[in-house]
């Protein structure tokens, strides 16, 4: 059974509507699916209703961008602050969850405007021009913007040789035109997907730009703060990175949680239902469902 409970669509920073999403897996042979739109809901009634369509087993999910503090490294990285996103999987109380998100989301749109106004600045773009074309990619809906949209305008107006460059150059953390998102910490992220019946899974562990032993701590942390699972990293990763991870899993006993982290043509080497396997020993975070009276 193929589970894919990573994707994106244009209800975050993903280029497929919720429906093309869903089609787009049930083609790829994924069996069960969760939309996992940033810090947003809104996609997730028109990919359930598209993947009963297809008789897929549809999960409700979104990510939530998390602020968390990792400590321990010596002199001026004693300390790193970073952005983590935590997906949460088969909450039931949409209502809390959307109401205790809208302000992330509203936040996003602060967010896109001004890393755009740093790029017109950096670029000498007019700001005007360049927030219109970020805005049409993300379907003239300034809440949905993200860094991947601005990364696919940049590349589409010669400004990078690929969209990955943007980010290199512009986008990533600390790079000259990034702009931190306002966020729970992760410890309240965790509580919240609890407070609504879903479980907590932490998102690709090893895209964080943090060195192995800030992964491993990373995972033992979200561990410690009652997190369920922890995503494993994609097929495209070294296989010592996927060893180390296993190891980590284990050590502080999490279930495991498989995902494509797929947007769309603006990340196409993220293909939907390209998701690794468990080991024999692992636990899938699916086991722990309880809800919608599936049977995974």
Known sequence: MKIDLHCHSTCSDGTYAPTEVVRRAYAAGVDVLALTDHDTLAGIDEARAAATDCGMTFINGVEISCEHTLSGGYGKNKSTNKIIHVVGLDFTDRAKMHASLQQLQDSRATRGQRITKKLSELLAIDYDELWQQVCAKADGN???????????????????????????????????????????????????????????????????????????????????????????????????????????????????????????????????????????????????????????
């Not at 702009?179 to 879903?198: F, N």
């Not at 701590?217 to 495209?236: V, Y």
């Not at 070294?238 to 494509?260: K, W």
């Open 142 to 296: 300034p809440q949905a913007v993200g860094r991947a949209h601005i990364g696919q305008v940049l590349f589409e107006r010669g400004e990078v040789k690929t969209v990955q460059q943007a980010f290199d150059k512009y986008l990533a953390d600390n790079k000259p035109a990034y702009v931190a998102i306002d966020a729970l910490s992760m410890a309240r992220g965790i509580e919240l997907i609890h407070a609504c019946g879903g479980k907590a899974v932490l998102a690709h562990p090893t895209r964080y730009q943090l060195s192995a032993t800030r992964v491993r701590k990373l995972i033992k942390e979200f561990a410690e703060l009652g997190g369920d699972a922890c995503e494993l990293p994609s097929n495209s990763e070294p296989l010592s990175t996927r060893r180390m991870v296993d190891r980590s899993i284990n050590e502080h006993q999490l279930t495991t949680s498989t995902g494509s982290d797929f947007h769309g043509s603006n990340m196409p080497w993220r293909r939907i239902g390209d998701v690794p396997a468990l080991t024999a020993d692992q636990r899938g975070v699916w086991q722990l469902f309880r809800h919608e009276g599936y049977q995974i």
